[in-house]
C-alpha cells in the first residue's frame, strides 16, 4: 500500500533525519511537531483493529471520516437542488423560514418543480374565485358526547416532547400558540412545566410510556391524570397508539438526551434510553379503547378526547369501527399519521418501510367512518409533512378537518434540517437537551415567528381554496386533487380511489374493495 509505505518513510526514515538535520540546524525541529503526531497517530491506526481504512491508510484515512461527519452539510449547502432535498426540499424550507420571518414570500420566473413528473399534485383553479371567510380558519373540537368542545385552529403544533425538543424550543411553540390562537400538542413525553409557562392551548398526548400520568412500575395512573387533565390550558386529551415514523414501536428517547429535568418529568432513570412500550398496559383491544376514551373524557370533566395512529393494517382500524357501534362510544377526533411523518430518533426500517402514506390514509380513515355514518360526528386531524397552504388544501380534499405540522413548526423556529435530532448535538439548538445549545433559541423572537408562520400559512390556505371557487372548507373533494400518473396522465384522487357512501360498510353488499377486511375485522380484537 503507497499510504503506508509513505508512513515507514516518513516515521522510521524522515524522524532520524529531521534529528541529524537539527542537530546542525536547530529550526529544523519544529518539522517534529507535525512528524511524531503523525508517527503516534499512524502506529495506533496499523495497530488497531477498529477501522479497516485507518489500518490501510494510516492518518490518511482520517479525512474520510471527516468529509463523512459534515457530508450531510456538503449535500445540502452544495450538492441538492431546491427541489431535491429530503425530508424537506429548500423550496419548502425557504418558504417557512420567509413566512415565519415576515419577509417576502413570493417566487420569480415561475416554478421550479417538474410539472409533468409522475407524483405530482395540483388543485383545478375556477374563473369564479370565492372570498373565504376568516371563521373558515376555525373548527370546533368535540362531538356529541362531549361536554366542553373547543374552538380550534384548522392549524396547530404536532406532537413534539420536551426532551426531543429543548426547554426553549418547547417555550416558543407554545409561545406562538399563545399569540396566534392555536394548540400546541405535548407529545408523548407528558405535560412539562416549558408547556405550560407561556400559556399557549394545549392538547395532552398519552403515549403507552403514560408520561405525565405514570405509575412507578410505568402503568396509568388515573389519579394524576384527572388532576392535570383539569387544568385550564388543557382543551383536548389525545391517546397516541402509534405515529407514522416509528409505527408499532414505542418512543424513543436517547440517552445523551435523559438528564435529571426530563428524568423527573417522566418518571424514568436519568442518562438510560427511554423507549416506550410498543402498546398500552391500560386496555387491550379495540372495545376496552372505546371505553378507555369515555373514561379519559369522564375524568378531564368533559373535554374532547381522541387516539393519533399510523393506518397499518386495514383491518385493525375497522375493528376499531366496529367498537365504535358496539359501545356505541365515539372519540372526539382521529389524529391520522402520514407513513412520512418525521420524528427525532427511530429505526431506520420503521421510517422507510412501516406505515401508509398520508393521503391514502385519509382517504382510507373516511371512508371507514363514512361507511358506519359517523364522519359528521367525528373530526379528522392530519400530520405528515404538512408546511403549506396547499398542503392543507390537498389534505382536507381528502377527508381532514384540521392538520398538524411539526417539522415546518421547528423551522419557523429556527431547524435548519442538520439531521441531528437523535445525537443531542443539534446545531441550532432545537432538537437538543444541551443546555448551551438550546439557549440559541431566543424565545421572544422565535414565539412571533411561529405565530407569523401559523396566520401567513392560513391566509395562503384561505387564498387557494378561493381561487378553487371554494367558498368553505366543506365544499372540498377528493376529486379537486389531481395526482399525474405512470402513463403521462392526470387523475384525481375520486378516479383513483373509491369514495364510499354514508352507511355503506352497514348494508349489502359491502363495498367490494373493503369487503374481505372488514369481514375478518373484529370489536374485541386488534
Known amino acids: ?69 459534515v457530508s450531510p452539510e456538503i449535500r445540502q449547502y452544495f450538492v441538492e437542488t431546491n427541489e431535491s432535498g429530503r425530508p424537506f426540499n ?63 385552529s384548522r392549524l396547530n ?30 407529545g408523548e413525553g407528558g405535560l412539562s412545566p416549558h408547556h405550560l409557562a ?38 383536548a386529551i389525545e391517546i397516541k397508539l402509534s405515529q407514522g415514523a416509528k409505527p408499532s414501536h414505542g418512543g424513543v428517547l436517547p440517552a445523551a438526551k435523559v438528564d435529571e429535568e426530563i428524568a423527573k418529568i417522566r418518571g424514568v432513570p436519568v442518562h438510560q434510553d427511554v423507549i416506550s412500550p410498543p402498546t398500552h398496559s391500560a386496555f387491550d383491544g379495540p372495545t376496552e379503547l372505546m371505553q378507555f376514551v369515555q373514561h379519559l373524557r369522564d375524568m378531564s370533566g368533559g373535554k374532547p378526547v381522541g387516539f393519533k395512529l399510523c393506518i397499518g393494517k386495514p383491518s385493525e ?32 426500517e420503521f421510517t422507510n418501510r412501516l406505515g401508509m402514506p398520508l393521503n391514502e390514509a385519509l382517504i382510507f380513515v373516511n371512508n371507514c367512518l363514512r361507511g358506519i355514518g359517523v364522519r359528521d360526528k367525528v373530526r379528522v386531524i392530519c400530520s405528515g409533512k404538512v408546511a403549506t397552504g396547499f398542503d392543507m388544501v390537498e389534505k382536507m380534499a381528502l377527508g381532514a378537518d384540521m392538520c398538524n405540522a411539526a417539522r415546518a413548526m421547528m423551522f419557523a423556529v429556527g431547524c435548519i434540517q442538520a439531521l441531528h435530532c437523535n445525537t443531542n448535538r443539534c446545531p441550532s439548538g432545537v432538537a437538543t ?28 390556505f384561505r387564498e387557494i381554496l378561493g381561487a378553487m371557487g371554494k367558498a ?18 392526470e387523475r384525481s384522487y375520486a378516479e383513483l380511489y373509491s369514495i364510499l357512501e354514508d352507511g355503506a360498510l352497514l348494508a349489502e353488499p359491502l363495498p367490494e374493495e373493503y369487503a374481505a377486511e372488514w369481514q375478518v375485522a373484529s370489536a374485541n380484537q386488534f
Not at 534529528?19 to 517534529?32: D, I, K, Q, T, V
Request: neutral net charge; contains cysteine.
Open 433 to 460: 437537551q444541551d443546555p448551551i445549545r438550546g439557549r440559541a433559541v431566543n424565545v421572544p423572537q422565535k414565539r412571533q415567528r411561529v405565530h407569523t408562520f401559523h396566520d401567513a400559512t392560513l391566509e395562503s
Open 198 to 235: 407561556e400559556g399557549g392551548d394545549i392538547i395532552w398526548q398519552i403515549g403507552t410510556g403514560y408520561f405525565g400520568c405514570r405509575t412507578p412500575e410505568g402503568g396509568f395512573d388515573k389519579d394524576m391524570f384527572a388532576e392535570k387533565a383539569k387544568n385550564g390550558v388543557v382543551k
Open 472 to 489: 368553505k372548507v366543506s365544499d372540498l373533494r377528493p376529486s379537486d386533487i389531481h395526482r399525474r400518473t405512470a402513463d403521462e396522465r
Open 90 to 152: 429548500r423550496i419548502i424550507r425557504s418558504l417557512v423560514y420567509s413566512r415565519a420571518k415576515g419577509q417576502v414570500d413570493t417566487q420569480a420566473f415561475g416554478t421550479q418543480y417538474d410539472i409533468l413528473s409522475v407524483g405530482y399534485h395540483r388543485a383545478n383553479h375556477s374563473l369564479s374565485p370565492k372570498d373565504v371567510a376568516e371563521s373558515e380558519e376555525r373548527i370546533i373540537l368535540g362531538g356529541p358526547q362531549c361536554d366542553k368542545p373547543y374552538s380550534a
Open 317 to 348: 382500524f375497522m375493528a376499531i369501527c366496529k367498537a365504535m357501534l358496539e359501545t356505541e362510544i365515539l372519540p372526539d377526533f382521529i389524529t391520522v399519521d402520514g407513513a412520512e411523518g418525521g420524528t427525532g430518533a427511530a429505526p431506520v
Open 157 to 186: 403544533v404536532s406532537a413534539m416532547s420536551f426532551g426531543a425538543l429543548s426547554a426553549n424550543a418547547i417555550r416558543a411553540l407554545n409561545g406562538g400558540a399563545k399569540d396566534g390562537g392555536f394548540a400546541h400538542n405535548t
Open 1 to 69: 500500500m503507497i499510504v503506508r509505505r509513505l508512513y515507514y518513510i516518513l516515521s522510521y526514515v524522515g524522524l532520524p533525519l529531521t534529528l541529524l538535520w537539527g542537530y546542525f540546524w536547530s529550526p529544523a525541529y519544529w518539522l517534529l511537531v507535525i512528524l511524531i503526531p503523525y508517527a503516534v497517530v499512524g502506529l495506533y491506526d496499523m495497530l488497531t483493529t477498529k477501522h479497516n481504512v485507518l489500518n490501510n491508510y494510516p492518518v490518511l484515512g482520517h479525512f474520510r471520516y471527516m468529509l463523512e461527519f
